[in-house]
C-alpha cells in the first residue's frame, strides 16, 4: 500500500520523501532504509529525472522547514549529499544494467573515492579520529574512566575509519536492494530473488583486489592507512558475493530456512564470520570466472 502511494503521483512521492527524512531523523541509525529506499523505489520505477525533480523541491521544501524551526540547513545538505545523491546513482545504475554485481562495484568505487578524499583531505586519519572522540569521551565520562576509554580507542583508532566507510557503503547497497525489493513486491514477485542468486560481482574486482592488498602490506605511511581501509571495504564487497551464494546454496540443495538464519545470527555475533563468508564469495566469483573461460574455449 504505500509503495503503491509513493508511485501514484509526483506529489505523493515529494510527500514520501519528505517525511521519511523527517523520520529518519528519530532514527538515524536506519536513515538510509527509511529515507533511501523511498529514493532507491522512485528511481527504479520511475527513473532518474522523475526523483531527481521530486527531490529538489523535496529539499527546498526541508530548507524552509528548518530555517522556520531555527534548525542549522547543514542537516539537510548532509541528507542531500551523503543520503540522496548515492541513492539516486546507483538504483539509476541497477535500472539499466539489472545487475545487482554492478551495483556493488560502482557503491565500492563511491566509497573508495570518498576514502582517498578524506585522507588527501584530513592527513593522518587515525590522529583525527582520536582527537573528535577523545572531545565526545571528555564531555560524557567521568573523569575515572577516561584513561580505560581512551586505551581501547588508541588500540581501535586504525580501525574506526574503515569501519565508517564499510558502513556507508553497506547502507547504500542494502538500501538500493531494498528499494529493489520493494519494486519485487509491487510489480514482479520473486524478480528480486532471481537477480540476487545471479549477482556476481565482476571479475575486475579480482586483480584490483589482488594489488590492494600488496599495496597495504608494502607501501609506507600514511598511505599504508589508506590502502588498508579500501581493502576492508573490498572485503565488504565481497561479503555480499558470498550472502548470495549462501542463498543459492540453501535454495540449490532444498535446505531448511534455518541455515539462513544461523548465519546472520553468526554475522552478527562473531564479526570475524564475515571475512569467511567474504572468502567464499571471491572463491565464488574466481570460480564463475574459471567457468566461462573454459566454456568459451570449447565453443572456440
Not at 522547514?65 to 542549522?72: D, T, W, Y
Not at 541528507?79 to 545487475?99: A, G, H, K, M, V
Not at 588500540?155 to 542494502?174: E, K, L, Q, T, V
Request: proline share 3%; aromatic share 14%.
Amino acid at each position: 500500500m504505500i509503495g503503491k502511494y509513493i508511485l501514484s503521483g509526483r506529489i505523493q512521492a515529494i510527500t514520501a520523501i519528505i517525511l521519511s527524512a523527517l523520520i529518519s531523523f528519530l532514527l538515524p541509525p536506519f536513515a538510509f532504509l527509511i529515507s533511501g529506499s523511498v529514493v532507491g523505489l522512485l528511481t527504479l520505477r520511475k527513473g532518474i529525472f522523475y526523483t531527481l525533480h521530486a527531490l529538489v523541491i523535496s529539499g527546498l521544501i526541508l530548507q524552509i522547514f528548518f530555517i522556520f524551526l531555527g534548525i542549522s540547513l547543514y542537516i539537510n545538505s548532509i541528507y542531500i549529499l551523503i543520503i540522496w545523491l548515492p541513492i539516486l546513482f546507483l538504483s539509476t545504475i541497477l535500472r539499466f544494467s539489472e545487475d545487482q554485481g554492478t551495483l556493488i562495484l560502482f557503491a565500492g568505487l563511491i566509497t573508495t573515492i570518498s576514502v582517498i578524499i578524506f585522507y588527501s583531505t584530513i592527513g593522518d586519519v587515525s590522529v583525527w579520529w582520536q582527537e573528535r572522540l577523545d572531545l565526545v569521551f571528555e564531555q560524557s565520562l567521568a573523569p575515572e574512566q577516561l584513561d580505560e576509554y581512551r586505551l581501547a580507542l588508541t588500540s581501535a583508532s586504525g580501525f574506526i575509519n574503515a569501519m565508517i566507510f564499510a558502513g556507508f557503503m553497506m547502507n547504500m547497497i542494502m538500501s538500493v536492494l531494498f528499494a529493489r525489493w520493494w519494486q519485487s513486491r509491487l510489480f514482479n514477485l520473486g524478480g528480486f530473488r532471481k537477480e540476487f542468486y545471479r549477482l556476481r560481482t565482476p571479475t575486475i574486482m579480482l586483480p584490483v583486489f589482488i594489488i590492494i592488498l600488496v599495496l597495504a602490506l608494502t607501501v609506507n605511511d600514511p598511505w599504508q592507512d589508506m590502502f588498508k581501509d579500501i581493502l576492508i571495504v573490498s572485503v565488504f564487497m565481497y561479503l555480499i558475493q558470498g550472502i548470495s551464494l549462501a542463498h543459492r546454496t540453501v535454495d540449490k540443495l532444498k535446505l531448511s530456512v534455518g541455515w539462513l538464519v544461523f548465519l546472520y545470527c553468526l554475522l552478527m555475533l562473531t564479526p570475524q564470520m564475515g571475512l569467511i563468508i567474504a572468502c567464499f564469495g571471491i572463491v565464488d566469483v574466481f570460480s564463475n570466472w574459471i567457468s566461462k573461460n573454459q566454456d568459451s574455449e570449447k565453443e572456440s
